[in-house]
Nanobody
Framework: QLQLAESGGGLVQSGESLRLSCVASGSTLLGYAVGWFRQAPGKEREGISCIRNFRNSVETNNADSVKGRFTVSRDNAKTTVYLQMNSLKPDDTGLYFC??????????????????WGQGTQVTVSS
């Protein structure tokens, strides 16, 4: 059974960078769309980025709030998805999760369309 584990969060200052990792166990991520989400205190969970390898191409999507700053990628072994976060802002603070949809479905930034979740990693950006 597929399980996900995030890591790489931490406390940084505004303008700095972090790279989050989402490691799969129990299965590779081949055929799965993987989304990154975040949740700030008192706010709803927000979809920020997703990636899927489809045939010979890579499908990605990013929320407007992170375009130009965040980049999603995956390793060739198809077991890890990364989220490179640059130019971090205090508004980026939150608990960051990765999640998958059923195998074969396209990228989505809607958290309700994902059914396997990691435990989350905290990102805190100070001003």
């Amino acid at each position: 059974q597929l399980q996900l584990a995030e890591s790489g969060g931490g406390l940084v200052q505004s303008g700095e960078s972090l790279r989050l990792s989402c490691v799969a166990s129990g299965s590779t991520l081949l055929g799965y769309a993987v989304g990154w989400f975040r949740q700030a205190p008192g706010k709803e969970r927000e979809g920020i980025s997703c990636i899927r390898n489809f045939r010979n191409s890579v499908e990605t999507n990013n929320a407007d709030s992170v375009k130009g700053r965040f980049t999603v990628s995956r390793d060739n072994a198809k077991t890890t998805v990364y989220l490179q976060m640059n130019s971090l802002k205090p508004d980026d603070t939150g608990l960051y999760f990765c999640a998958t949809r059923s195998r074969g479905l396209p990228c989505s930034l809607n958290p309700d369309e994902h059914d396997t979740w990691g435990q989350g990693t905290q990102v805190t950006v100070s001003s």
